[in-house]
Every structure is written in C-alpha cells, then in structure tokens.
C-alpha cells in the first residue's frame, strides 16, 4: 500500500476534505467531509477507521508488518471485515501468523481488495505537542516564559544563567538565547555605558566653558558624585530596582546638582570679585585670608535663600509624582526617585562642601600670587 493512500484517509477522516462549494448570492460555503467530533477525538473510534489495501502484485509488505499474497485460495473475510472486488467476486481473509504482530492477507483475485483496522498499521495515541510551530533565522524555534517578583531582573537573569549552563544539556543542533524585556534591558544598559561618559564630558567642558578654570569646574563636578549618594539612598528607601527609567533619572539629577553649583560658585567669585575690583583701584589694601573667608561667608550664607529656592522649586514640582496612580506611573516614579534624592544631598554639598573648597583654593592662589578677577564674571565690570 501507499503512504500517501493512508495519510490521505487520515486527513480525510479527521482533518475533512472539502467536496465542493455552495454559493448563496456573493457568499461562499464550503462543503466539507470527515468524522464527526465524538468519532473524532475518540482514540478506539480512529484505531477502527478501515483502510483499504490492494492485494494485487503478488506479496507486498507494508511497514507496520503487514504482507499480502495472491494466488492461494481463501474463504470469507476474517474478524467480520467485508471484502471487494474492482469488478469480479473475489474474498481475503487476514490469517494471523506465528509472530503475533504481523498479519497475512490472502485473496482468490489479483485486483482484490480488503480492508484492515487503522491500528494494524500505526500505533495510535493522545500526546501533548507545541501550540504553534514558530522558527527564527530557518531554524525551528521553542519560547518559554518566566516572569521576575520581588527582584530587580537583573540579578534574576545572572541566577537563571548559572543555573542553566550548569543543569542544562543540549543535543547536538539545539542552542538557546535570552529574550524578551531582559534583551531590551541589555540594549539600554550598552547604550547607558556609552552615553553616560558622554553626558560627564559634556557637563565638564560646559562648566569649564562658563568658569574658564579646570580646577573649579572639577569642584562643581564634586556635586555629582553627592547627589548619587542621596540618588542611591532614596532608590533603596524605595525598594525600586535599577531600570532604565532609574538610570535616566540620575542622567537628569547630575544636570539639577551641576546647576546648583554653578550658582553657588557664580556667587562666591562675585563677592570676590568686588573685593579684587576694589584692590585694582586703589580703593582698598591687597586682600588676605580674612578678606577671602569674609567673601565667601557673604557668597553663600546670604545667597543662602535663592539656592534654596531653587532646589525646593525643583523638588516641589517632582514630588507629587510620588503620589500618581495613573497611566505611566510606574516609569515615572523610578525616574523620580533618583532626583528628589540626589537633590537632598547635592544641596548639602554646594551648601556646605563647595564654599571651603573655594576658599582653600583661592586661599592657596593668594599664597602663590596668582589670585586674579575670575574670567567667568568679565560681564559684571560694567555693572561696578
């Protein structure tokens, strides 16, 4: 018999095979035959769906075991089963043989045919297989899916790593990869690696544009790695994992930390500055220590109010994000929580930290002679 035969019976039985069309108007209806649904899912109703094997060509064995003969006499049909003919009487009978899974079919006619049960040809059973058949890159491809609760994705994939490479045997020809949000995560922190140097470099050569001195755009850089501090705090305090949206938030937090100590230094070299203006007009002696400390007292402690301001402005605008329930929150509040922090502490250092690091580096400039107008305040001479 033919492979094909069989499998067409198969499709026809279970699949349905469509017969014809039945057209109403612009619609069109397809005729289709197969089993019913109880016969259908039934496993012993699809072990009985007979099949027919030509007997013709003298012995031919198929590959379940199954051999035909011709040229010996034979009775009635064995088992109940009917026999047909193309167009003469004839009759077979399947005659067991000594080894119980093969079978005999003999008949009176060449052009005989005979029908056997579909389970003396297949071994027929219920297993659970793929919902789809998917493939990736001409290769066939199986997706399992796991979620993360309670932990930062990160850590979860770096533990499901270990596990897997040390518990997980593949044949030959298999291979697996990760995907999905961990993928995304991956592209993000590369592209994070690379632009955060960049926003660093780009902060320090804007602060060294507006200051003109490396050294002092290196002290208002200080208040980054403060505003991390109370980033990171608050991030813990939170229990927010690191994302994107966190990573982005810090990116933002080192502008506002920058902004602040550009003001606060704008301030101290002003009070200098009209001290050293003074100086160069004869107005006053040359400058000391004491007359240092006194600018810097009075460029931060009484411009303490409008640095104030201007974090509080910043933080009284990012709070109530804290309180959102609505759409995009949840990347929202990662994104916030960085900020409101980092503002804490990057306040407490242009407020406290920045004003001794001036006066011990314009202290050490009037020690060395080199104590000068800053360039950064050319625009204020013609205001004096």
Do not use: C
Not at 63 to 74: D, Q, R
Not at 99 to 124: C, G, K, M, R
Not at 232 to 248: D, P, R, T
Not at 266 to 279: G, Q, T
């Amino acid at each position: 018999m033919n492979i094909r035969d069989l499998q067409d019976i198969i499709e026809t039985a279970i699949g349905g095979q469509n017969l014809g069309v039945v057209i109403e108007g612009r619609m069109r209806f397809p005729i289709r035959m197969r089993y019913e649904k109880d016969y259908r899912s039934n496993v012993e109703e699809l072990k009985s769906l007979i099949v027919p094997v030509s007997l013709s060509g003298g012995m031919a064995s198929s590959s379940s075991g199954i051999s035909a003969m011709s040229g010996k006499s034979g009775g009635a049909s064995g088992g109940g089963m009917s026999s047909m003919g193309s167009s003469k009487t004839s009759s077979a009978a399947i005659v067991p043989t000594d080894n119980h899974s093969e079978f005999s079919l003999t008949a009176t006619d060449q052009n005989a045919v005979t029908y056997i049960p579909l389970s003396e040809l297949a071994d027929i059973k219920t297993v659970t297989g793929p919902p789809m058949i998917s493939s990736e890159n001409g290769m066939l491809r199986s997706i399992v899916f796991m979620n993360t609760r309670g932990r930062d994705m990160g850590n979860v994939m770096v533990d499901a790593k270990k596990v897997i490479e040390a518990g997980l045997s593949l044949p030959a020809g298999y291979s697996y990869t990760w995907s999905g949000q961990y993928e995304s995560k991956v592209r993000a922190q590369q592209t994070i690696e690379v632009i955060m140097p960049i926003v660093f470099l780009i902060i320090f050569l804007l602060l060294y544009m507006t200051l003109k001195n490396y050294v002092e755009a290196g002290v208002v850089m200080l208040s980054v790695p403060f505003a991390l501090i109370g980033g990171m705090y608050m991030v813990y305090i939170l229990g927010y994992n690191f994302s994107v949206a966190v990573w982005v938030g810090f990116i933002a937090l080192y502008g506002i930390a920058v902004e602040t100590g550009v003001v606060m230094v704008i301030y101290l070299h002003e009070a200098l500055d009209r001290k050293l203006r003074a100086f160069h007009k004869g107005l006053r002696g040359p400058l000391t220590n004491e007359d240092i400390y006194d600018a810097t007292v009075e460029g931060s402690v009484l411009r303490l109010r409008p640095k104030l301001m201007t974090v509080a402005t910043a933080m009284v605008g990012l709070v109530p994000v804290m309180w959102s329930t609505g759409t995009g929150s949840d990347v929202m509040k990662p994104l916030t929580a960085p900020m409101i922090g980092g503002l804490l502490t990057s306040a407490v250092h242009v407020l406290v930290v920045t004003p001794i690091l001036f006066a011990m580096m314009k202290e050490h400039a009037l020690k060395k002679g080199t104590l000068d107008i800053s360039k950064m305040a050319d625009w204020m001479k013609e205001g004096e």
